[in-house]
């Protein structure tokens, strides 16, 4: 346990569908991310929030939509997905956004039909 | 690009041997991190080395850091078939940029 949860763990969903992942950090860190880690490629960072403000954001299509409402939670909206965008999604949590060790969830293996 | 690029991208070795991983990247760096994952998990961070630092140990870890050659290696000493994951570089650059990972070496120990 890195103390970092993801919900849930396996998700299914057609592309009309909207749903949400969830991330919650007990380490106490003011900095999280989402991931992308598709078969083949390198890990692909889409969002970072710092102290609940969105301090990157990786040219990420609109269909993917963040929210931190505060420090310890990180939530990734979905809707009207594409196949392609089938993947292993991983929050992961630090100190701060720059410069330290970075602590991840075992992710969400979504699955678009 | 700041991506790091490990080498090999696999490696089957015997439980008891020693596996090294190569770590290379393109621009100058603040630190750079290395990160195991077993399959279809998430990752876990085992040790980061900044660029003023040429090794660090932790257990059966060795990291080195050649900084002029923008280089990095992973150690895994006396190797167990629990060793068995991906492993990841990751670099974080001058700028003070977020992290930019690798495409991994999957490493296979064999009991």
């Known amino acids: 346990e890195t103390g970092v949860t993801q919900t849930p763990r396996h998700l299914v969903m057609g592309m009309t569908n909207k749903k949400s992942l969830k991330c919650e950090q007990h380490?106490?860190?003011?900095?999280m991310y989402w991931y992308k880690q598709s078969a083949k490629k390198p890990l692909e960072l889409m969002f970072v929030?710092?102290?609940?403000?969105?301090?990157e954001n990786n040219s990420v299509p609109s269909r993917f939509s963040p929210e931190c409402p505060n420090s310890s939670h990180l939530f990734l909206h979905l809707h009207t997905l594409q196949p392609e965008d089938s993947a292993l999604y991983l929050c992961?949590?630090?100190?701060?956004?720059?410069?330290?060790?970075?602590?991840f969830g075992p992710g969400t293996r979504l699955t678009v039909t | 690009s700041q991506q790091g690029e490990e080498d090999p991208q696999a490696l089957s070795i015997q439980e008891g041997e020693n596996a090294t991983m190569n770590c290379s990247y393109k621009?100058?760096?603040?630190?750079l991190q290395w990160y195991r994952q077993n399959s279809g998990r998430g990752l876990v961070h085992l040790i980061l080395?900044?660029?003023?630092?040429r090794e660090k140990h932790s257990g059966r870890l060795r990291v080195t850091l050649d900084t002029s050659k923008k280089s990095s290696s992973l150690l895994i000493t006396a190797s167990r078939a629990a060793d068995t994951a991906s492993y990841f570089c990751a670099t974080d650059g001058s700028g003070y940029s977020t992290l930019t990972f690798g495409k991994g070496t999957m490493l296979l120990v064999s009991p």
């Open positions: 929030y710092n102290f609940k403000e969105q301090t």
């Open positions: 621009t100058s760096i603040n630190n």
């Open positions: 380490l106490g860190h003011n900095a």
């Open positions: 992961a949590s630090s100190h701060r956004d720059r410069g330290y060790e970075q602590y």
């Open positions: 080395i900044r660029s003023n630092e």
